[in-house]
């Protein structure tokens, strides 16, 4: 893992899922994922988009061209663990493509702009998943 993503995950833990630079005021989470080639626990900080029941990430790598390690951790093992502010539970993933994809894009770009940029740097498509809360 990163320097950068240790320090965010270490803030987020520290402030009750707030942080500040770049992501403040975002809709930030952490999650906690299998690796697919690993096995191992896997831990990231994300930007997500609330969408009823269920929370949107999407697998923008910053406008990589290749997806994040964590989208092909979800791809092998979608049963994952969530942190949102103080609560951590478990949730599963799936792909959303076709129009409902392309909107929830949209929606996630027009609340933080750079997800636009995101997009125009790189040829591929960039995935979208829901992660659903597994019933405790």
């Not at 899922?17 to 999650?31: D, H, L, P, S």
């Not at 049963?79 to 502010?85: A, K, R, S, V, W």
């Amino acid at each position: 893992m990163s320097d950068f993503n240790t320090q965010v995950i270490e803030e987020f833990r520290a402030n009750g899922g707030k942080v500040g630079g770049m992501f403040e005021g975002a809709n930030m989470m952490v999650m906690t994922t299998t690796g697919a080639k690993s096995g191992n626990a896997v831990t990231n900080p994300l930007v997500y988009l609330p969408d009823g029941d269920r929370i949107v990430l999407i697998a923008s790598n910053g406008g990589a061209d290749k997806h994040p390690a964590w989208y092909h951790n979800l791809r092998a093992n979608p049963e994952f663990t969530i942190e949102i502010g103080t609560e951590a539970y478990q949730a599963k993933a799936e792909e959303i493509t076709g129009a409902e994809r392309d909107e929830l894009y949209a929606r996630m770009v027009a609340i933080m702009p750079g997800f636009a940029e995101y997009e125009a740097k790189t040829s591929r498509r960039i995935p979208v998943l829901a992660a659903y809360r597994e019933p405790a």
